[in-house]
């Protein structure tokens, strides 16, 4: 499986392309960081992370996209600034139809070093152990990226067929419940 993990920002936005699964090698495909000036107006910033994830999906074709989920901050401006980046992200793969996964930061942490609690550092170590980079993503933003793809690989899958589940077993159960009462109503209609 291929995914495409993004650390949404304006002013740095990393995106990074992973492959694997759960018991399959991680391998690193690609990252990046993409920048626009805090001088521009929102509209070309956005639309400047449009393009390159337009660019990227067309390049990787990936599975899946996971991005980080904005979480509440005291600065209510960088979280306005991240959220408008995440949702160019997730429109840019519905574009193309590739299903978006969101993880929260204490998820993507706990999924690549163990502690929901890690620090910046601790994530590039460990994303660069997995990937067996020989030198750290730089900046943190590229390793982000990466660890989000990471985090969906190793966690994504096991939601998706979770979910996928909860369906089925109610269908499975909505049809066991309508043959126990098909059975009923002839047992009933025989007896009389």
Not at 13 to 25: L, R
Not at 56 to 85: I, K
Request: aromatic share 4%; net charge positive.
């Amino acid at each position: 499986m291929r995914v495409l993990g993004v650390d949404p920002g304006l002013t740095r936005c990393g995106i990074g392309v992973v492959d694997g699964g759960p018991g399959v090698p991680l391998k690193l495909v690609g990252t990046t960081v993409v920048t626009s000036p805090a001088s521009a107006d929102i509209g070309s910033r956005l639309l400047i992370l449009d393009e390159q994830f337009d660019k990227w999906l067309r390049l990787y074709e990936p599975d899946a996209v996971a991005v980080e989920r904005v979480f509440s901050q005291h600065n209510v401006r960088t979280v306005m600034g991240t959220a408008q980046a995440g949702a160019v992200a997730i429109v840019c793969a519905a574009r193309f139809g590739v299903p978006v996964a969101l993880h929260t930061p204490s998820e993507v942490k706990a999924a690549v070093t163990g502690s929901g609690r890690a620090d910046k550092a601790q994530v590039t170590h460990m994303v660069t152990r997995l990937l067996r980079m020989t030198e750290p993503p730089r900046p943190a933003d590229a390793a982000d990226a990466l660890a989000l793809a990471i985090c969906h690989l190793w966690r994504g899958g096991a939601q998706a067929r979770l979910a996928a589940a909860a369906p089925a077993a109610v269908t499975r159960a909505a049809g066991a419940a309508a043959v126990g009462a098909a059975e009923r109503a002839a047992q009933a209609g025989g007896n009389r």
